[in-house]
């Protein structure tokens, strides 16, 4: 069997849908090679190497393009013009990107992560030529009319596939994510303290983390903090790039408490989990919640929202809040203080039921099944 991938999602290391396809095509170079695998990426951003993916399979063809791709938007998501096998060669199945839906000759799976752009189109502002919502719209329907399975991670997401998109619940497969390797490795307080120094926190402190902007209800966050201010001797620390909406300053209630790091790398990101005394992700939608899984692998308290997919990623092992009640999030963070090393023994176990070979195998699976 030759299974065809896109995989141009690599040229954003640093976003949920770059963690999954990197993770996704090592785990199954890895637990595969009676099938022969062909992997598309096209990027002007960066160029990508066999090295970076770990490929020393000799079952593995790298097809390496630099087209603009907002040429491939037009050709592919708007005409629907020239099937992937004219990059690729003869497939036998092909594993579309949350990007790019070119025509196939074969059977084609896709992965759909969330449905963002349906709940909060204002999130997506156009850039760099790029209508963000009106492109993946176009690029969904092609989904709804020609995927033959359709992979949502998470059950939440699944359910919005249904509602949303009107798509029939037995083309739906839902099989999680799992915890990039870089945060299962435990870290020693030498590492903890050297983070700690690099980004000039001192003393203990409580984590968030996500881009600046209103689904990520980092503004809640930080009026629940200034309640607890007096009763919990903590600063709050946030990492994560600007997005858009409310400026930082606006952002930033007074509070000499109050710590925005900006973005920060993964490698320093999982001591700065492993030194927080708790872990607040807030979010008002994810397709997943993989921060919520990161902080449990490295030995943080949760808490997380009642709502969207969370509650399906942190089962029991985080304290539950109402996103949008103020005073909620101020209580699950007490809650969480006072529980703290009964939710790092939870979260521990947690982290447990998601891998990224089980999410391989299934995925394997499907392409077989449907071949």
Known sequence: ??????????????????????????????????????????SLRRE??????????????????RFPPLFLEILW??????????????????????WLEPPAKCPKVTTIHDLAIFKYPEAFSPRGGHNIVSNLKRKLEWVKKESRVIIAVSENTKNDVIEILGISPKRIKVIYEACDEIF????????????????????????GVGTLEPRKNLKRLFEAFSLLTESVPVKLVVAG????????????????????????????????YAGAQVFVYPSLYEGFGLPILEAMACGCPVVTSNISSMPEVAGKAAILIDPKNI??????????????????????????NFSWEKNAKETLKIYKEIV
């Open 184 to 207: 299962m490795r435990k870290r020693s307080q030498k590492e903890i303290k050297e983070v700690k120094k690099k980004y000039k926190i001192s003393g203990d402190y409580i984590l």
């Open 77 to 98: 998501n708007r005409f629907h013009f020239l099937s992937i096998e004219k990059f690729t060669g003869q497939l036998d199945v092909f594993h579309t990107s949350d």
């Open 327 to 352: 005073e909620d999030i101020a209580l699950g963070i007490k809650k969480a203080i006072e529980k703290r090393d009964e939710l790092i023994r939870e979260g521990f176990e947690r982290v447990k």
């Open 48 to 65: 990508i190497k066999g090295e970076e993916l770990k490929i020393e399979n000799n079952n593995v063809k790298l097809k390496n393009y």
């Open 241 to 272: 790039k600007v997005g858009w909406g409310e400026s930082i300053e606006k952002l930033k209630i007074k509070n000499e408490k109050l710590k925005i790091l900006g973005y920060v790398p993964k490698e320093d990101l999982a001591p700065l």
């Open 1 to 42: 069997m030759k299974i065809g991938i896109d995989i141009s999602q690599l040229a954003f290391p640093g976003t949920g849908v770059g963690t999954y396809t990197k993770n996704l095509v090592e785990n199954l170079l890895r637990i595969d090679q009676e099938n022969d695998y062909v992997l598309f990426y096209s």
